[in-house]
Nanobody, 126 residues
Framework: QVQLVESGGGLVQAGGSLRLSCAAS??????????MGWFRQAPGKEREFVGS????????YYSNPVKGRFTISRDNAKNTVYLQMDSLKPEDTAVYYC?????????????????WGQGTQVTVSS
C-alpha cells in the first residue's frame, strides 16, 4: 500500500504562486511504477482533474482551466511529486489531492487512481 502526504497549501492573493508537494511512501513500493495525478475539490463541487505526470516523468497532461499556469513535476529519487501553481485565481480555491495510479500512465479520472492523499487546502483571495 502507498501512503501519500500533501503539503504546501495555504492562503495566497490572486496572481500569486504556491507549490504543493506530495511525498509517497510504502513498504514494498516503487515510485516509478506509478503515474501521479493532482485533483481538486471545491465546496459543493465534484472532484476535478488538474493534471497528471507519467511514471518516469516525461509526459504531463493538464486540464484546460490550469493549462499554462500550473506545472507538474516529479523527483523519483525523493518519491515526491510537485504542483507549481502560478497566476492563481480565486476560482482555484479548493482542497488539492494527489493520487497514484499503477495501471494507467495518463489517468484523468478519479476511478483510475489507486491511492489518495488526505488533501491540502488552497485559498486564493481576490
Amino acid at each position: 500500500q502507498v501512503q501519500l502526504v500533501e503539503s504546501g497549501g495555504g492562503l495566497v492573493q490572486a496572481g500569486g504562486s504556491l507549490r504543493l508537494s506530495c511525498a509517497a511512501s510504502g513498504r514494498t513500493f516503487s515510485f516509478t511504477n506509478y503515474a501521479m495525478g493532482w485533483f481538486r475539490q471545491a465546496p459543493g463541487k465534484e472532484r476535478e482533474f488538474v493534471g497528471s505526470i507519467s511514471r518516469v516523468g516525461g509526459i504531463t497532461y493538464y486540464s484546460n482551466p490550469v493549462k499554462g499556469r500550473f506545472t507538474i513535476s516529479r523527483d523519483n529519487a525523493k518519491n515526491t511529486v510537485y504542483l507549481q501553481m502560478d497566476s492563481l485565481k480565486p476560482e482555484d480555491t479548493a482542497v488539492y489531492y494527489c493520487a497514484a495510479a499503477v495501471r494507467f500512465n495518463r489517468p484523468t479520472t478519479p476511478i483510475l487512481y489507486d491511492c489518495w492523499g488526505q488533501g491540502t487546502q488552497v485559498t486564493v483571495s481576490s
